[in-house]
């Protein structure tokens, strides 16, 4: 008899449910994240080689630069002789955009940043990162008067105290 209620016993015990330190899987709509995530990635954050940035873009219109940015904080002539007209916008605290417009288009962007800018190449250079981190994700080159330039990918990158503080943008040469 004893042994018999031992084994009842057992038997409703391991049919009990036990709680484990086991964490449950537990379904939860994303989609809130998602919509975050997909915002973020359409921000203006992002600079892309050869091409710019998602509100100003190389062979953008002048009209359609001043839409996006309105009026520049500075506008002036590279030099006395030229046609290209160097436009100046502050994007944040942290980050100055300046624009070269020849014949009413873009041709140049240079974007100028303080390591705490949120603007990053679309390949995850940050201003502040040093050259060899540039190269590890642009690929072998050589500093020259503190610039390493990607010309078949339309960029380069300026450093000053061996630190990246300008991001410039142009036609990428095939």
Do not use: H
């Amino acid at each position: 008899m004893m042994l018999r209620s031992l084994f009842a016993f057992l038997i409703v015990a391991f049919l009990l449910p036990v709680p484990t330190a086991f964490a449950q899987s537990v379904t939860i709509d994303n989609t809130e994240y998602r919509q975050k995530v997909l915002k973020y990635l359409a921000s203006d954050y992002f600079i892309t080689e050869g091409q710019g940035l998602n509100r100003v873009y190389i062979g953008q219109t002048l009209e359609q630069l001043e839409s996006a940015l309105g009026k520049p904080v500075k506008s002036k002539r590279k030099n006395l002789l030229s046609r290209t007209r160097i436009n100046t916008y502050q994007l944040d605290k942290q980050t100055a955009l300046q624009v070269g417009i020849n014949k009413g288009t873009v041709q140049a962007i240079a974007v100028a940043g303080a390591v705490s800018s949120q603007y990053t190449t679309a390949k995850g250079a940050r201003f502040g990162m040093p050259p060899n981190e540039i190269i590890n994700y642009y690929g072998p080159n050589k500093l020259k008067n503190n610039k390493l330039l990607y010309a078949s990918l339309g960029i380069r990158f300026d450093f000053k105290n061996k630190r990246l503080n300008i991001i410039r943008i142009f036609p990428a040469k095939k």
